[in-house]
């Protein structure tokens, strides 16, 4: 797939509506949820405490509710994240976003990145939800990028992602393609952080992006369509 011959309904299908604010309220999650429903988009991507809420509201739409695991900063414990997949699990998540052990990857531990990555994915695989690992790429070097997909492409989660949003950068067009390219066909690539137009958005599918994370899902969208009337003009 690329930004040239994709679909509005199939660029709408790689969006996970996003909201991971600390002062997020439930009116807020209210608006949220009906926007992912009106635009069939993939997921909302929220934190754990309003899974349950999400998930009634979005029941018989289609789109999944998503848990992010360990949001931002990935510093809890093996045990710790496993604990909170599973009750985000419980809650009716679909899918899971767990933030790595970023210091354990700069220390080049990659026996408990492994086990980290082990841990979820098999709670996540063994519920039928989804798992995606967040590396949070501005925080690492090509090396550590690479070697945290060489494990994923061992242990197979359903996705390798590049950022939280809350880092100091988000995703790069250069990133998600060293991702992709590391992972190969047997891991997706999600981009999320910073991807706030239709430009930046292309970028990322055609460098192998699969998912994109955004809280910027309609604008994207409008800027999609008009771009594609400006190109429907031309051929006039």
């Known amino acids: 797939m690329n930004s040239k011959t994709i679909t509005r309904e199939q660029l709408s299908a790689m969006f996970d509506h996003t909201n991971l604010h600390a002062d997020a309220s439930r009116e807020d999650f209210d608006l949220l949820c009906k926007e992912a429903a009106e635009g069939h988009f993939a997921m909302v991507a929220i934190n754990p405490e309003p899974v349950s809420y999400c998930k009634e509201r979005l029941a018989g739409t ?3 509710v998503g848990a992010a695991i360990s949001f931002p900063l990935g510093q809890n414990t093996i045990e710790q994240k496993a604990a909170e997949t599973r009750l985000a699990i419980a809650d009716g998540a679909d899918e899971i976003d767990y933030v790595l052990h970023i210091g354990r990857l700069k220390a080049q531990d990659a026996a408990y990145i ?10 996540c695989h063994e519920a039928g939800v989804l798992c ?3 590396l949070e790429t501005c925080y690492l070097e090509k090396q550590e990028i690479i070697l ?3 494990i994923a492409r061992e242990v197979r989660p359903d996705f390798v ?3 939280t949003g809350f880092g100091t950068a988000g995703a790069t ?3 998600v393609k060293l991702m992709k390219d590391t992972v190969g066909d047997a891991v997706k690539v999600k981009a999320a952080g910073g991807i706030r137009s239709w430009e930046a958005c292309a970028a990322m599918i055609d460098a192998g992006a699969e998912r994109i994370g955004t809280s910027s899902s309609l604008k994207i969208l409008k800027e999609y369509d008009e771009a594609h009337k400006l190109i429907t003009g031309r051929a006039q």
């Not at 492994?114 to 709670?123: D, F, G, V, Y």
């Open 148 to 150: 945290a997909c060489e």
């Open 173 to 175: 067009a250069e990133n």
């Open 62 to 64: 289609g789109v999944h």
């Open 161 to 163: 992602k590049t950022s």
């Open 114 to 123: 492994k086990k980290e990555m082990e841990t979820i994915t098999s709670i």
């Open 132 to 134: 995606k690992v967040i």
